[in-house]
């Protein structure tokens, strides 16, 4: 029996039927299932749909003809809402366990009266039951929280393929991406710090492109470079005539191409006192006059500063104004050095591999003690060194695999003085094992084999095997 039925036809003339209709109304938002119940006044079951006997396992006409009242009675609804409606004489909605099956199924009960007032008839549905509602709610949950992290790795995903190729896993610099996401998009001027070779200004483009500015220039300086006797030009730039030597035409400086983009000034502790006075007015006013030149030119920029050195004392110092490092420090990003975040080396490597492997046309891979070493050493030159060798690995690497057999003299340490390598404490012996476990490492990663090394070393090929084994591959 489905929700299709004509009603009408199963009952008498004189049966109100307004009730029955008000519950299948679609406009109660009601999901009735097709399982339906009718008995009598007195409580005597007269048809059940086939989806009820099928649902609810009853044999076919299992239980029509018998009265509603003993069906609660030997427990087989609890409660039975056909008994209760016609007790009540009311609609009611509750849950009803049908016991043999042990299931809980929501269940909405209507009294159907004549015209004279007099109950006929009890008609019960059953809506969607109760661990159906449980388990389409779980699942709503389950899709919300999937869906709002799905919706945050894609938009930062988005915003990470808008910026440069910024590779990370540790908290440290998800933390760092926090920040950049939030201030991206204000005003606020931003001081960048880290040790040199960190990705400072990996960092300023990223900001930029994620910022409302990145249909603008990004326009980048390194003021460490710069002659002090250029340095004003080359960021103000002048009129024609300014000085000796200076173009005809005159030239627009860096600070006026970056016009409704952003202006990065990296190795901002080298600009010397006079540029750090213009700079501040410039930050004050948003403006500047051309060397020579005497009307002031209106700007829009985004205003990124980095630094390796501590500003805070170049300002104790004398060596850098107070006054500026306050209106350049709004926001400070911190990158941590390499060596502090350890999680992040492996994939940036594999990035610089993949890029340097496309560049000059080879298909190499690491040898897990490759990647061990990588993830060990220290990096004083923080990415920069990392990349550095990554190519410099794809350039002169002709096996597929890079080892650490591969790595340059000033990795491996033979170029320390013999003296140097001998163990300051332990007894002879010990001191004797790790000076000629150097001795194995250095002949290996010169040789390549163990072979070779016996033969260098003058000693048995199954000896260098058993030193080789037990000084470079544990």
Known sequence: ?????????????????????????????????????????????????????KNFGFAHDSIVGKSAFDLEEDGTFTPCITAEVIRQRKKITTTQTINHTHKNVMTVGIPLFDNSGELKYAVCFNTVSMEQINAIQQNYRHLQDSLKQYSQEIAELRTRATSTSLVFKSASMERLWTLMQNTANTKANILITGETGVGKSAIAKSIHAMSNRSSGPF????????????????????????????????????????????LFLDEIGELPPHIQSKLLQLIQEKTIERLSGTKRIELDFRLIVATNRHLEEEVQRGLFRSDLFYRLNVIRIHIPPLRQRREDIYPLAYQFLARFCREYGKKLSFSPRFQAFLEQYDWPGNVRQLENLIERMVITVQDPIID???????????????????????????????????????????????????????????????????????
């Open 1 to 53: 029996m489905s929700q299709s039925t004509n009603f009408s036809e199963l009952f008498d003339d004189d049966i109100n039927l307004k009730g029955l209709f008000d519950i299948i109304n679609p406009e109660n938002n009601l999901v009735l299932a097709d399982d339906m119940m009718l008995s009598d006044a007195k409580g005597i079951i007269l048809r059940v749909s086939e989806t009820y006997e």
């Open 219 to 262: 326009i980048e300086v390194n003021c460490a470079v710069l002659h002090e006797n250029l340095i004003e030009s080359e960021l103000f730039g002048y009129e024609k005539g300014a000085f000796t030597g200076a173009s005809a035409s005159g030239k627009i400086g860096k600070i006026e191409l970056s016009n409704h983009g952003t």
């Open 404 to 474: 650490v057999v591969h790595l340059p003299v000033e990795y491996t340490g033979e170029a320390v003085p013999p003296a140097e390598l001998l163990a300051r404490t332990g007894t002879l012996a010990e001191r004797m094992d790790a000076y000629e476990g150097q001795i194995i490492r250095d002949a290996y990663r010169r040789c390549g084999t163990t072979v070779a090394v016996a033969k260098e070393l003058g000693i048995s090929q199954a000896t260098a095997a058993r030193k080789v084994a037990k000084y470079v591959t544990r």
